[in-house]
């Protein structure tokens, strides 16, 4: 076959414009598979073609592209990954609800602390001032004591220590004008379990006659030893005997701790 | 990329098969849909039904039947001149043949790519007027042979070697 003259016809360039019939298309492929100076000869006419056409190609959008491919349905591949998006939202939604949950949980759980701390202050409040009225309680009794020991008018009386305690010691003050009678027994030890020290007012003459005026109850709880006890008009001597508790109707002498004459 | 290759990628249908098709050819099947569809948002509409048309026929297409270019540009031209007919445009053949392809330059600051633009003005000056016509019916607008003949009144013997002088002429400016 001559090939130059063939592709010297022109019938190729009618065959890559699609101009020809089926049958003669059908021949024409099966001659470029055959020979490859056709098939070169085609290849170069379609690209000098396809060249010429694309030059004189107006603009088209880029938004047309992708109108085709969402024709075509090629994005499923971004649809898929759409699916997975969505569900991630959803998780992030859960994670929200469960943050959202955990922090009102931790906000109610933070108000409870905070009521509890109120209550807790509120009763040390309380406390505080109950200990500080049981202060002012104590330092009224205290300048009170002070006071009545302190009045010019008292007689102090001090005890020593006899033979059951030598070294013990006690201080009376005596209000011979109101009769009122306070012992210091900051000098005494402490008295055994089940014993209390009593307080005697002493005659002396012309027989010793010895009448209780009280006795030192709460002993260790009186922080400072001083204890009002029973008015006394007439006294030439105090003592102070340790005695079962509840005291006794005569003093037990054997276990006198102090003793002074007025 | 050659036919085969891009063929092969058409048929797994990939993604990217697409892309190539659409980078070798949207130009030259936009070129043609604008010379038959003056209406430019209509050519778009053309441009997207042909490129449906090949994705979804593409297993109607053999080798042993032609080219796949001048399979696309047939399913191009058909396509244009159905969407012509729908619009009744009843004397559009007539004014079809008074202008063609290079006046798509007229619209020169729309054309894709002006810097071959310039190139290719300065070529279709030299183009013969001839030449011109005679490319714009036969591939353009797909005319038969016997068709051009009459219309540029030349006998119908020498419509395909003028036409193959013409394309000789382009290989030559193109180095091809």
């Known amino acids: 076959m001559d090939t130059k003259q063939y592709i010297d016809s022109g019938i190729l360039e009618l065959y890559v414009y699609g101009l020809l019939s089926e049958t003669e298309n059908m021949e024409i492929a099966a001659l470029a598979k055959e020979y490859s100076e056709i098939n070169d000869e085609i290849i170069s006419i379609e690209k000098a073609i396809v060249a010429l056409s694309s030059t004189f190609s107006p603009f088209h959008s880029v938004a047309n592209y992708e109108k085709i491919k969402t024709k075509l349905e090629l994005k499923h591949g971004k649809i898929v990954e759409m699916t997975p998006a969505r569900s991630k939202y959803t998780y992030i939604g859960w994670a929200a609800a469960v943050v959202l949950l955990l922090g009102i949980g931790y906000q109610y759980q933070q108000l409870n602390e905070t009521n509890n701390q109120v209550v807790e202050i509120n009763s040390e409040k309380e406390n505080l001032i109950k200990t500080v009225d049981s202060l002012g309680i104590k330092n009224k009794t205290i300048e009170t004591s002070l006071a009545v020991i302190r009045d010019p008018k008292n007689t102090v009386v001090s005890l020593g ?46 027989v010793l006659t010895p009448t209780s005026i009280g006795l030192l109850t709460n002993f260790t709880a009186n922080d400072q030893k001083i204890f009002e006890v029973s008015d006394t008009g007439f006294a030439e001597a105090f003592g102070i005997t340790l005695e079962p508790e509840g005291g006794s109707v005569s003093p037990t002498m054997e276990q006198l701790y102090t003793l002074g004459k007025v | 990329m050659t036919q085969e290759e891009l063929l092969v990628l058409i048929y797994s249908k990939d993604e990217k098969a697409f892309t190539h098709l659409y980078d070798m050819y949207s130009k030259s099947l936009f070129a043609v849909i604008n010379t038959l569809v003056k209406n430019r948002e209509e050519a778009e509409d053309v441009l997207q039904e042909v490129f449906v048309k090949i994705w979804k026929n593409i297993d109607s297409y053999h080798e042993s039947k032609g080219r796949f270019y001048t399979w696309i540009i047939n399913i191009a031209r058909n396509t244009s001149i159905d969407k012509l007919r729908s619009k009744n445009f009843n004397n559009s053949q007539k004014n079809l043949s008074s202008d063609n392809f290079v006046n798509l330059l007229d619209d020169s600051n729309k054309l894709s790519h002006k810097i071959d633009a310039i190139g290719i003005q300065e070529f279709v000056k030299k183009l013969k007027p001839k030449c011109i016509q005679i490319i714009d019916l036969l591939f353009f607008k797909g005319y038969t042979q016997q068709e051009a003949s009459e219309e540029l009144a030349i006998p119908l013997g020498t419509v395909k070697t003028q036409n193959r002088n013409c394309i000789n002429d382009l290989r030559l400016y193109l180095k091809l």
């Open chain 1, 161 to 206: 220590g006899q033979t059951v305690s030598p070294a013990s010691f006690a201080k009376i003050y005596w209000n011979k004008e109101t009769k009122a009678v306070y012992v210091d027994a900051s000098g005494l030890p402490k008295p055994p379990k089940g014993m209390v020290y009593q307080v005697w007012a002493l005659k002396l003459a012309p």
